[in-house]
């Protein structure tokens, strides 16, 4: 996926150039879930983008529904007891965004909707899951190699798998450390994903990289 034009073909479609108002409440609420990290269960971020995700002219673009699941993914993580409920979520806003764009960024966000789905009890849904997991970050990357939210996502499943199996640290070093390189390289935007700064930062503090 190329950033620039997907962000021109976004912000410049006569549905959205003719709502202002909802093109800068998506960009407000970008910039929100940009600066909110991980701490979403107490935000109202996810109503806001369901609101715009149902609204007409969001209908037929991917974003609303991207950071959707990217929301319940994250909820899913931080709120053991509804775990499973938000992967669910999660898993459904994936797909929706990849209904109306199959890319890059929306193949992401299915690969980290399933990990939180296999993240409820590791042990026996790792090999239900695994393929789910993987198959997406394989198109993503056919899709655009230089995503860095790709290796991030590589770099923190390898890290955490066993050493039996893998996984460990020296095994994820040189796919977080490429993750980093590429993040380095992005350039800000309104709306389109830039995320896993943060991230990289966490997954350094257990693996040095």
């Not at 007409?56 to 991917?62: F, G, L, M, R, V």
């Not at 399933?114 to 849904?125: D, H, Q, W």
């Not at 899951?129 to 590589?154: F, G, H, Q, S, V």
Request: aromatic share 10%; charged share 20%.
């Amino acid at each position: 996926m190329r950033f620039t034009t997907v962000l021109i073909f976004l912000l410049a479609t006569p549905s959205y150039a003719q709502n202002t108002t909802l093109k800068t409440e998506l960009i407000n609420a970008v910039a929100q879930f940009n600066m909110t990290g991980d701490n979403f269960e107490n935000s109202n971020l996810a109503s806001v983008f369901e609101k715009l995700a149902q609204s007409t002219p969001a209908k037929k673009e991917w974003i609303s529904s991207y950071y959707l699941s990217l929301i319940y993914a994250r909820l899913s993580a931080k709120n053991k007891k509804f775990a499973d409920e938000n992967a669910d979520k999660a898993v459904y806003w994936a797909k929706k965004s990849i209904e109306i764009e199959d890319n890059d960024e929306n193949e992401c966000a299915l690969s980290m909707a399933y990990t939180m789905k296999m993240a409820v009890n590791p042990f026996l849904r790792w090999v239900s899951y695994e393929k789910n997991i993987y198959d997406p970050l394989n198109k993503a990357k056919k899709l655009n190699p230089t995503n860095p939210r790709i290796y991030i996502m590589e770099g923190s499943l390898s890290l955490n798998l066993p050493k039996l199996f893998g996984g460990g640290c020296n095994k994820a070093k040189p796919i977080l450390l490429k993750a980093k390189q590429l993040l380095d390289k992005q350039t800000p935007q309104q709306v389109l994903p830039t995320w896993g700064k943060n991230h990289l930062e966490k997954l350094s503090a257990t693996c040095p990289f």
